[in-house]
């Protein structure tokens, strides 16, 4: 199986770690630069997907602006959505086709990746029928939004932990009216450790691409994701 490494980018801006995607895409392609897991916390952004619709954004040019609020269109699949400080997301850049995985398993395998470790803060994130992402109840906890070019993922997850959720106030949730949303902080009434939280989300992409699940301590798990924001512009 091709050699895969876990990368840590912190709180880095959207617009930077978009196109740092976007050039590794192509170098994964080219058999240049190594498959990679790429965690990362983005400050306040609306991200507009290939289906969007200016409509599902609530708020005004000058009000988002006052409010420090980005925005941007994306090559992902999907609507509107955001990202803020305190929301996990996840950007998996994988060669499909050398892990043998169509793109609906694909998405069934991030979805489960995010079922499986709901479970482990014993929240129950269930699949909507007709609704995109991971639900807990009526509310939505988790996004689902993904590119492929030449077999090669871009884009992913994001998952709610610690984030305000005040700024889903100013959308239609990826093109739905009405949709209320929570996270785990909110959830559990408590805030969430990121650092354990990448380490549970680690495992389970370790699992289910099938690299074997790891038994070591948190210490030495640590050890195997690059902290380093130097790797954005690099291959």
């Not at 793109?103 to 499986?116: A, D, K, Q, S, T």
């Not at 470790?117 to 509310?139: C, D, H, R, S």
């Not at 739905?176 to 495992?203: P, R």
Request: proline letters at 2%.
């Amino acid at each position: 199986m091709a050699e895969l490494s876990f990368n840590d980018f912190g709180e880095t801006d959207y617009l930077t770690v978009y196109k740092w995607m976007q050039d590794q895409r192509i170098s994964i392609s080219l058999n240049e630069s190594k498959e990679s897991i790429n965690f990362v916390e983005h400050p306040s952004i609306f991200t507009l997907g290939t289906n969007a619709e200016l409509k599902n954004i609530l708020i005004n040019e000058k009000n988002r602006t006052a409010l420090n609020i980005d925005l941007i269109h994306v090559d992902r699949g999907g609507d509107v959505t955001c990202h803020n400080t305190g929301q996990l997301v996840v950007y998996p850049l994988l060669n499909l086709k050398k892990r043998n995985l169509k793109p609906v398993e694909y998405v069934r395998m991030l979805e489960n990746i995010l079922i499986n470790v709901l479970k482990k803060y014993n929240i129950l994130g269930e699949q909507n029928t007709g609704k995109p992402g991971i639900w807990v109840g009526n509310n939505k906890i988790a996004s689902v939004g993904i590119s492929i070019k030449k077999g090669i993922t871009s884009h992913g997850i994001a998952l709610n932990i610690n984030n305000d959720l005040s700024i889903f106030n100013y959308i239609n949730t990826c093109g739905m009216q009405d949709v209320e949303v929570t996270s785990i902080k909110k959830i559990l009434n408590e805030t969430i450790n990121m650092h354990k939280m990448k380490l549970i989300m680690m495992e389970e992409f370790q699992s289910l691409l099938g690299l074997g699940k790891y038994n070591a301590s948190n210490k030495e798990l640590i050890k195997q994701i690059t902290l380093n924001k130097k790797l954005v512009g690099s291959k």
